[in-house]
């Protein structure tokens, strides 16, 4: 190492000293070279800060001049040697630079994992600005994986942190993120709202770069809401502003979207002129994915032009890219393109081919994100009743051990002396008092629990309800609504233990009756007006567990019932809870619609039939169905 730079090499040089150069150097390579001879300086005397300091700074530098591989080796290096040395407190920086190059080389799901150990370093370490990075990183992977409302939630933390620390610029990124998150979910005009908070604070900042890219933020968002007009107006204004940077790459995404507004227009070639001139950029800078962007673009433009043949090939190297860097967002889009490719040219078999494809994975990122929603649900609920059961019987056992050395201490004291009794009267006063203060504990802890998931669901219900409002396919509408409908049974059994903390059981009258007048109001319409609810429920109260599960059970039914039942005449939907035996529930549900078709009864049984027989499971019991006239289901339950 020492042969290797003899200009910079000094042995008298202090490894700090070379680092501080290596950051002030407004030339990148001869940064690298000052952080490689100050590292090589802090090994021989044995300075582990420093040597770890410039292994990251070292990455990090890699890092900005797209160099991954590099980035990655000298991150793990420095984790190696954080880990050899015990300085804990600097693995935080390159764990995050882990992140950032795998982000870059297209493994998102590891990299959310680095941000992750990065972030449980900086919490430890109370350095906020770096968790907030690592907060808005997350986010950003996560909105990559289609995962909006994980995404938000961390933009959120993000933006907290950087507006206590006053730190607008990085409060502008996070604004732009959640922007995005919004875009993709097609809330336009949150979109839109999040973009100009941008734009404000960063031309309050007089950042003429961070402000083009906010008019290209803008512009985009238009462009997604079907205004080409306002798109292309924001869009030149941040080209014209774009031009006069060095780092040409940011002209990349403006010229992208300026092409598919032109496009929208149906002025193909400004729009294919646009998409070249951004693709040669996208390829002077190893832009892959947004290569894979363009060519997308390009294909559209191509294929409305007949150019088949260009238009295949385009979109080809989409799809390869797309697998290549598991984006099934991109990928889907790809094949929609290659489908409307293969439709326009009269090439129906394989169109249909495409079709097929393109069905199969947007059903199927649905349903991962389904699963993961009620996955994640019960895990939490799961989580927080362990957490309350933990907690409840800590107390309990510091207050009997509490118990029993006042008692051996008074056994003493009284054997001693009964002069001593007033001394003993002090002591049980104040046991008394600090039971007390325990008691009042576990009821702060358990109200704050519920507290916590009820806000959990809430914002989950509040997220499914906006997906709902901007979708519109029915079918999906259908299957968020349910989803909802799920959510609500959960979260009046929390919103209960939340407002009375003083038991743990649910009286099931008023939980049911609520739970079906919102079922009732949340299908809304002409047809479901003239739907009668009969709800015959005695005055019983049931631990929270049995209650979710009937609740989630009589969800799913009454779902049914109203989707399915009734014509435009209306009918009834009865719910019925009554005691058969001292210890044993009667659960039925029925409808007076026109019953169950021929030709569904031996269909495979849909996602909420499934679920409520995991529930009767889960009550050790098993639903009984009666067909014509209407529906009607029965269950026998234990308590």
Known sequence: MNNAYPFFYQDDQNPDSLLKKAKSSKDQLTGIKLAKQAWQNANNTNNKITLIKSLNFISASYWDLRKYDSAKVYASNALIAAGKYHVDSLSGDSW??????????????????????????YKKTH?????????????????????????????????????????????????????????????????????????????????????????????FAFNRYNQPDSAIYYLSKSLAILRHEKDSSSMVFTLQNLGSSWKMKGDLEKAEGYILRSQRIATNYDMTEELARGNADLAEVYTQQKKYKQALAAINNTINTAQQLKLPELLLEAYTIKFHLYEHSGDYKNALLYDNKRSDLKDSLFTVAKQKTIDELEIKYQTSQQEKDISALHLQNNLQKKIVRQQKLSITVLIISAVLLLLLFVIAYNSFRIKNKANLRIQTLMRDMHHRVKNNLQILSGLFAMQIENLSDEKTKDALRENESRLTSMNLIHN????????????????????????????????????????????????????????????????????????????????????????????????????????????APSFGLKLVNLMARQLNSTLVVKNNPGVFYQMEINI
Do not use: W
Not at 96 to 121: C, H, P, T, W
Not at 513 to 521: A, M, V
Not at 576 to 596: H, P
């Open 127 to 219: 350095k906020l600005s770096a968790l907030a990075t690592a907060f808005l990183n997350i986010g950003i992977c996560e909105r990559k994986l289609s995962q909006y409302s994980t995404a938000v939630d961390y933009f959120i933390r993000s933006s907290d942190i950087f507006e206590n620390l006053k730190d607008e610029e990085s409060l502008s990124y996070t604004y732009n993120s959640t922007a995005l998150c919004f875009g993709e979910l097609n809330n336009y005009p949150k979109a839109l709202s999040y973009n100009r908070k941008a734009l404000i604070i960063r031309q309050k900042l007089n950042d003429k770069r961070l402000v083009g890219l906010s008019l290209n933020n803008i512009g």
């Open 496 to 603: 209960k233990l939340y407002l009375d903390n003083t038991t743990t059981k649910i009286e099931m009258n008023e939980y049911l009756t609520k739970l079906l007048t919102h079922l009732k109001d949340s299908f809304g319409g002409h047809k479901h007006n003239g739907i009668n609810l009969r709800i015959e429920v005695i005055n019983i109260m049931l631990e929270a567990d049995k209650a979710v599960a009937i609740g989630l059970i009589a969800n799913e039914l009454a779902t049914n019932a109203f989707k399915y039942a009734f014509t435009d005449k209306g009918g009834e939907i009865h719910l019925g809870l009554a005691l058969i035996e001292k210890s044993k529930l009667l659960l039925t549900l029925g409808d007076n619609g026109m019953g169950l078709k021929p030709e569904n009864k031996d269909k």
């Open 96 to 121: 995050l630079n882990l992140g950032m190059a795998d982000y870059k080389m297209g493994a998102l799901k590891q990299s959310v994992d680095e941000y992750k150990k990065a972030a449980d370093i």
